[in-house]
């Protein structure tokens, strides 16, 4: 019994299929869309983080400065998560293939 028990789980397998399930194409389409509002949010808190560093340090104000300063990378880090993302996803799943 316990023979045949680990040999039908030996034989699992999955193989992702995006026309598996009815509405992928869909949810694709959604992520893509919410991929490109969250690089438009990045370049938007890029633009601004920037001018109130430049603004806050040509007038003197160190804390606005910092402030500009530390938004500028929060900016520029978001923008590096999501565009590694979809290279991070599919090292990670093909990594988790060689698994035995």
């Given at each position: 019994?316990?023979?045949?028990?680990?040999?039908?789980?030996?034989?699992?397998?999955?193989?992702?299929?995006?026309?598996?399930?009815?509405?992928?194409?869909?949810?694709?389409?959604?992520?893509?869309?919410?991929?490109?509002?969250?690089?438009?949010?990045?370049?938007?808190?890029?633009?601004?983080?920037?001018?109130?560093?430049?603004?806050?340090?040509?007038?003197?104000?160190?804390?606005?400065?910092?402030?500009?300063?530390?938004?500028t990378m929060v900016?520029?880090?978001?923008?590096?998560?999501?565009?590694?993302?979809?290279?991070?996803?599919?090292?990670?799943?093909?990594?988790?293939?060689?698994v035995k």
């Open positions: 019994m316990l023979a045949s028990a680990s040999a039908v789980l030996a034989a699992v397998s999955a193989t992702p299929d995006p026309a598996g399930l009815p509405g992928s194409s869909v949810a694709e389409k959604l992520i893509n869309g919410l991929f490109f509002y969250t690089l438009l949010g990045c370049l938007a808190g890029l633009l601004i983080s920037v001018l109130v560093w430049v603004f806050s340090s040509r007038a003197q104000n160190y804390h606005h400065a910092a402030t500009g300063r530390q938004g900016a520029a880090f978001g923008a590096l998560v999501a565009g590694a993302a979809p290279a991070l996803i599919n090292f990670f799943q093909t990594l988790g293939t060689t």
